[in-house]
């Protein structure tokens, strides 16, 4: 036998025993033995991702998420391949469903227009519990730490459910209340919009520099009731604020680090710190832009004049119907091949290696923006390729332990500390808003 055929021999017998042990086919180029290990450990531990807008394709496309679906990033089929646990669907409330005059980013108007944020999410809700009530043998709606895993440990997705746009309460702290009611269990604090209580690192000129005071009682209201903090999407102001006056660890849902990739939506190694002392994760964002700036500039600069066209199209025919739809795929495939091209998956590894350094192994985990991105990074196409991710880190050398909290152990701490404050906090008297006071500096 030639000695330079026996690697190639290996892999595909290996490849051929992880396919009679049902475990994914082996990725070109990976190491056989370590595939096997990152496979055996990946779907052995609890994997939670907390950021999917799967939640708008249900609500806008009338999506199905019981069959394979040939576009987008998941559905329970590829779920199950991918070893997704658990998943926090997005209730993505756009800014554009916000009534309230924005001074800093809304145009003027003679009249404010009507505020739809909270129906929005109302319907994003009802789409996502329609979804699980349709295919109750294979997911189930929870909304604990304990109900995650007891649905982990009979074989069933776990869903559970934050809203991104803390204007989807209107300011109102009731509507906080009832949300929580009806199963949310974080609440990003902003989206590109500042609301009426908190900033959002979009806009240029800030609104409040940070928080005022009903923003204070926003958070303190979310410990009372055990819902996780979100400041993904917030501005830096708004962050440190926030971590000023909460009584428990924050989440950044799905976010990057600015030390890799200057977007501003991603945080500093100063946030990263600061959310390390406080407790807290950051689960790191697949976003194509948000890993790669440069990408996202190139991507920007060829989606732009493409966006025009697709509008022109849209007010030609109606944004939803056949016609423009038809149309508009036509030009996204005339397109394709311009398009540049995605930062490999390696680059997605560094933010999840660089987080790991500076906030530590206990501060780490996944917040894939799956449906929700223009693109990801090559060799992470959908959510079949999660073990990949397992793979890669174990490869950089990190430890199995450290793996699996970054899978999704991290966030499991996490959301059991949010539990445990609100059981200290019962018996506290729910915040109230005061219209006389709300808006006033927090401090």
Request: glycine share 8%.
């Amino acid at each position: 036998m030639h000695t330079h055929a026996f690697p190639a021999l290996l892999a595909a017998c290996l490849g051929g025993a992880l396919a009679a042990q049902n475990l994914p086919a082996l990725p070109k180029g990976y190491d056989p033995a370590l595939w096997e290990k990152a496979c055996r450990l990946h779907f052995a531990a609890t994997v939670i991702d907390t950021h999917s807008d799967t939640t708008s394709r249900i609500l806008d496309e009338d999506f199905d998420m019981g069959r394979r679906a040939p576009d987008g990033h998941m559905d329970l089929p590829r779920i199950a391949e991918g070893g997704l646990d658990a998943q926090f669907y997005s209730i993505y409330v756009a800014a554009e469903y916000a009534g309230e005059e924005d001074p800093a980013t809304a145009r003027s108007r003679k009249e404010s227009k009507p505020d739809f944020s909270a129906r929005r999410a109302l319907d994003m809700i009802d789409g996502l519990v329609r979804t699980v009530e349709r295919h109750p043998e294979r997911m189930v709606l929870c909304t604990s730490p304990a109900e995650l895993r007891a649905a982990v440990a009979a074989g069933r997705h776990a869903a559970l459910m934050g809203i991104e746009g803390g204007h989807a309460i209107e300011g109102d702290l009731a509507l906080l209340r009832q949300f929580h009611r009806l199963g949310v269990r974080y609440m990003t604090l902003t989206h590109t919009n500042h609301n009426q209580y908190a900033d959002s690192c979009a806009p240029a000129e800030p609104r409040w520099n940070g928080i005022n005071r009903l923003g204070v009682k926003v958070v303190r209201e979310m410990n009372r009731l055990g819902m996780l903090v979100d400041v993904s999407h917030v501005s830096d102001a708004a962050f440190f604020a926030v971590l000023e006056v909460t009584r428990a660890p924050v989440i950044l849902s799905h976010s990057s680090c600015r030390a890799l990739a200057g977007h501003r939506r991603n945080v500093t190694d100063d946030m990263l710190r600061a959310l390390a002392r406080n407790g807290g994760v950051i689960m790191i964002n697949f976003n194509g832009g948000f890993v790669d700036a440069e990408y996202g500039k190139r991507y920007d600069a060829w989606r732009a004049p493409l966006r025009i066209r697709e509008r022109a199209i849209e007010a030609r025919h109606g944004a939803d119907s056949p016609e423009a739809k038809q149309a508009i795929a036509a030009l996204r495939k005339e397109h394709a091949d311009r398009e540049p091209e995605r930062p490999p998956l390696a680059a997605l590894i560094d933010h999840i290696v660089h987080a790991l350094d500076v906030a530590g192994e206990d501060h780490v985990g996944l917040g894939s923006d799956f449906d929700g991105v223009p693109s990801v990074p090559r060799g992470l196409e959908d959510v079949t390729c999660l073990p990949r991710i397992t793979y890669e880190l174990l490869q950089r050398g990190r430890s199995e332990a450290a793996v699996t909290k970054v899978l999704g152990g991290n966030l499991l701490r996490v959301f059991a500390a949010a539990e445990a404050k609100a059981k200290e906090l019962r018996g506290e008297a729910p915040f109230r808003n005061d219209p006389a006071t709300d808006s006033l500096p927090w401090r």
